[in-house]
């Protein structure tokens, strides 16, 4: 079951504000956005954003008729909202990262608990998979994406054991990666072997630093004046992208509203345990 993470949170910042239009710049099964909307009674406009036709169609049939539901990147916002004759909009939400729905899915292959297709595209049109980067991308290329996506210590070993591995028969599936990595790699504490792996071929199959920095400069170009941008992410490259961006704006036009991110209260994370790495940044147009 999808649950959303910091919602009460996301939910205290919105309130120091109107919102007569609001995006939701990854809707997947629209939780945070029905939650807005039930405060923000005001919205006017409601507009979601998700590279996944799946998720879009689950959202659609929670969300009222009014809302517009946009099958494309966030990294294409600004581009998509133009088309709609749509310039400014009060309040911008990203939950970054892989959704519950797409990890409980075998057949997208993002998860290591369920054997499936090694996929991982959260646009299902586009044509690079993680089966693709797995079989062709050079041993080196392979190392280097393990340790900056990764942050996998054992990345050396792990693209080498790949490597091995292919030449004797392609790594069309979830488990065929897992058994290789679970050759060389090694558990530690709670954290599965592949952990950390998959993670990186995921963050390389969708670009997703590259559309984050993208879309945020779109995000921030799109806002009124006291206008929020919202930030969750789940991971260290992706938080300190933020923040670094955050930091960059803080002077004259904006003001930063988290000081240090806001992070899941432990009764939260008991309830909800995707929400232990969650980290809460927002930044504030001034009027």
């Not at 629209?30 to 799946?54: K, V, Y």
């Not at 050759?183 to 709670?190: A, E, H, N, Q, T």
């Not at 904006?254 to 240090?260: A, G």
Request: include cysteine.
């Amino acid at each position: 079951m999808h649950i959303s993470v910091l919602q009460e949170p996301i939910l205290a910042l919105f309130r120091a504000i109107k919102l007569h239009s609001f995006v939701d710049a990854t809707l997947g099964a629209a939780g945070h956005s029905l939650a807005i909307l039930s405060e923000h009674p005001e919205i006017t406009q409601l507009i979601g954003f998700d590279r996944d036709e799946s998720a879009l169609a689950i959202a659609r049939a929670k969300l009222p008729p009014s809302a517009l539901l946009i099958n494309s990147n966030f990294s294409k916002m600004k581009e998509e909202l133009s088309k709609r004759g749509i310039f400014q909009v009060d309040g911008i939400l990203f939950d970054i990262g892989v959704s519950s729905m797409q990890l409980d899915r075998p057949e997208r292959g993002f998860s290591f608990q369920k054997d499936g297709p090694l996929d991982m595209r959260m646009d299902l049109n586009q044509s690079l998979t993680a089966e693709d980067v797995v079989n062709s991308y050079p041993e080196e290329q392979l190392a280097k994406i393990i340790y900056e996506f990764g942050e996998e210590p054992g990345s050396r070993r792990a693209a080498k054991a790949i490597c091995q591995a292919r030449r004797k028969g392609r790594i069309d599936t979830t488990q065929k990666l897992v058994d290789v990595l679970s050759s060389v790699l090694f558990r530690r504490g709670r954290t599965h072997p592949a952990t950390k792996v998959f993670q990186a071929l995921r963050m390389e199959v969708n670009q997703e630093l590259l559309s984050l920095q993208v879309g945020l400069e779109e995000a921030l170009s799109l806002l009124a004046p006291e206008g929020i941008l919202a930030v969750i992410s789940f991971h260290s490259l992706e938080d300190r992208l933020v923040k670094q961006t955050f930091r960059k704006l803080s002077d004259d036009a904006y003001s930063i509203l988290t000081k240090k991110p806001i992070v899941a209260t432990r009764q939260e994370f008991l309830a909800n345990p995707r929400a232990r790495s969650a980290k809460l940044r927002a930044i504030q147009k001034k009027g």
